[in-house]
């Protein structure tokens, strides 16, 4: 939440003698007038003020450490990556966990058919009259409604939690500064009013970094990245919800496994799975093996004579950084390495076990 100042502030008009203060708290004395504040007023008004830090001091969290209450958070994944999935079963956590919040999920990007089967299950749940899945309209006129609602005091905004899927909806054009700050600043207007408000959101092209602005994350209270690996067989889906950006609380990263496209099977995990370095073995799985083979066969070798033997392979088809990379990140795992020599200059490598 920010702190505001105005530009300018009235004060007494001075007197032929006086002069006035760096210190906007001396006010002359005369006739009204608007005299500019000082620099130092001016960086002092952007303290932080007592409501803030009240709020970041009893941050109550909807979700462990990774949905609080009254913030503006920002979900940011690649197509594919299961944000809609995960994030209809997070909205159920939320509604199941607190009997007296109502969730908008402004379903604007996902399979129509995805919602009809989770709104049947909401009904059979007991949570579809809390729990509302929006398919009709637009987003600007669903957030219209909602600021109606809390006008009208329809609904509690401490109890409000509004998911927009995706932030596109509402501002076409997120490489637009203007309009990025103009649409985050619609949304802080409800957090400013106790709303916990989701925008799930897309990469850009690199499939790395969120799509837009800074304003996006500037303007934003977190921006989170959600990153996604293969589970065990070809429809099982690991995904993990990470710092991706500045985040103003306390984060921690949260795991979910679940079959593609079916928000009924996810499930949160124990642990956080890093989906990067689980993608990354498993790209690396060709190269791992064809190392392990050769200490299998060749028992505990120099590092020198591991490198000609690799080298010699047609299969092993990588440059020597690659290699040095993988033998480096795998010690401890797929093979051990010991140090030999009189000053311990030689490097040996011997195999542990033998699964990948």
């Not at 941050?59 to 609080?68: E, N």
Request: charged share 30%; glycine share 6%.
């Amino acid at each position: 939440m920010s702190c505001k100042p105005e530009d300018k502030t009235r004060y007494a008009k001075l007197n032929e003698n006086q002069t006035l203060s760096t210190d906007d708290s001396q006010k002359a004395s005369g006739n009204s007038e608007i005299i500019p504040q000082s620099a130092k007023s001016k960086l002092k008004a952007k303290k932080m003020n007592k409501e803030t830090r009240e709020k970041v001091l009893t941050t109550f969290f909807f979700l462990a450490q990774l949905i609080p209450a009254g913030y503006h958070i920002v979900i940011y994944g690649a197509a594919g990556s299961g944000k809609t999935t995960v994030m209809l079963f997070l909205c159920k956590m939320i509604a199941k966990n607190h009997p007296r919040v109502e969730i908008y999920y402004l379903y604007l990007d996902g399979q129509l058919a995805m919602a009809a089967y989770y709104e049947e299950h909401l009904e059979k749940e007991g949570l579809a009259d809390r729990y509302n899945i929006i398919t009709e309209g637009s987003a600007d006129e669903h957030l219209m409604l909602i600021e109606e609602m809390i006008a009208n005091k329809e609904v509690d905004p401490a109890n409000l939690v509004v998911v927009l899927d995706t932030l596109k909806f509402l501002n076409r054009n997120v490489l637009n500064k203007d309009a990025n700050a103009k649409t985050m600043h619609r949304i802080k207007a409800l957090t400013n009013k106790g709303v916990t408000f989701i925008s799930l959101h897309h990469t850009n092209k690199d499939g790395e970094n969120f799509a837009g602005t800074a304003e996006i994350e500037q303007d934003s209270d977190a921006l989170l990245k959600i990153e996604t690996t293969d589970g065990g067989d070809a429809y099982t889906k690991i995904s993990t919800i990470k710092e991706g950006g500045r985040v103003r609380y306390s984060l921690k990263p949260h795991s979910f496994e679940f079959q593609k496209g079916d928000p009924l099977s996810v499930k949160m995990l124990d642990d956080e799975v890093d989906a990067n370095k689980l993608l990354q073995e498993k790209q690396d799985a060709k190269y791992i093996s064809i190392i392990k083979d050769i200490l299998t066969r060749g028992g505990e070798l120099q590092k020198s004579k591991l490198d000609e033997f690799l080298k010699e392979n047609d299969d092993f088809d990588i440059s020597d950084k690659e290699r040095n990379r993988i033998l480096q990140t795998y010690s401890d795992k797929h093979w051990r390495v010991t140090k030999s020599g009189n000053r311990k200059q030689y490097r040996n490598y011997s195999v542990i076990g033998t699964a990948i």
